[in-house]
Nanobody
C-alpha cells in the first residue's frame, strides 16, 4: 500500500505563494491520475486539481476557483506530485491532501495552508 506524505504548507499573506509536495512511498508511475484535495472544518474534502497521465502527455484539470492560480505537476522518477499555489486568497485556507483520483489510498496527514488577509 502506497503511503502519501504531504509537505510545504504554512502561513502566508494574501497574494503570496506556496509550493506543496506529496511524496509517495512507492512508485506512482502506474497511477493514471493523481490529485490534490483540500478540506476545511465542517466541509467535505474536495478535489482542487488533477493530473492525468496518458502516454507521454499529462492532462490537467482544476476546480474553477483555483484556475489560473494553481498548477499541478508530477515527477514520476521522484514519486512526487506538486501543487504550485499563487495569488493565494484567505478562502484557500484549508488542509491540503494528495491522493489518486479517484481516491485509492489511505489519506496522509495533510499539510495546513493558512492565508491571512
Amino acid at each position: 500500500q502506497v503511503q502519501l506524505v504531504e509537505s510545504g504548507g504554512g502561513l502566508v499573506q494574501a497574494g503570496g505563494s506556496l509550493r506543496l509536495s506529496c511524496t509517495a512511498s512507492g512508485s506512482i508511475f502506474s497511477i493514471t491520475a493523481m490529485g490534490w484535495y483540500r478540506q476545511t472544518p465542517g466541509k467535505e474534502r474536495e478535489l482542487v486539481a488533477r493530473i492525468t497521465r496518458r502516454g507521454n502527455l499529462n492532462y490537467l484539470n482544476y476546480a474553477d476557483y483555483v484556475k489560473g492560480r494553481f498548477t499541478i505537476s508530477r515527477d514520476n522518477a521522484r514519486n512526487t506530485v506538486y501543487l504550485q499555489m499563487n495569488s493565494l486568497k484567505p478562502e484557500d485556507t484549508a488542509v491540503y491532501y494528495c491522493n489518486s483520483s479517484p481516491v485509492g489510498f489511505d489519506w496522509g496527514q495533510g499539510t495546513q495552508v493558512t492565508v491571512s488577509s
